[in-house]
């Protein structure tokens, strides 16, 4: 069994080496009585963004069509890297976790937008 908390640690463990740093952006929704909130891409360098996504199954789609948008047009990024494992990890891994294979498929599903920017979507292998 494969132990998605550790690889994202021993991912992060080498972005970090290599010079990457996190980016966080806070939204204050005090106008319409909500509380702050904030948003994160898990590294970031020369405009470029990076997530890790060996989590619950909606974050990895979440993450690459509104997260990577919304850091684009704040002037933080211009393309966008996923990391998420294919189906083989995943299913070495603790329940709920989304994969590549399904990645892919919300997205052929979900089509093109004028929104979108480039994002490549990398598939991690056991």
Avoid at 53 to 67: E, H, M, N, T, V
Avoid at 98 to 121: A, C, H, K, N, T
């Amino acid at each position: 069994m494969f132990n998605p908390r550790k690889i994202s640690m021993a991912l992060n463990d080498q972005f970090v080496r290599l010079g990457w740093k996190e980016q966080k952006i806070y939204t204050d929704y005090s106008s319409i009585g909500l509380k702050p909130a904030s948003r994160k891409i898990d590294f970031a360098k020369n405009y470029l963004g990076v997530d890790v996504q060996f989590g619950k199954r909606p974050l990895p789609i979440y993450s690459g069509c509104a997260k990577m948008t919304i850091f684009h047009n704040m002037g933080f990024i211009d393309v966008g890297i996923e990391i998420v494992p294919v189906k083989e990890l995943a299913e070495d891994m603790s329940s709920g976790v989304s994969y590549f294979e399904q990645f892919v498929w919300d997205l052929e599903q979900r089509g093109v937008s004028d929104i979108d920017i480039p994002v490549l979507i990398l598939g991690v292998a056991p």
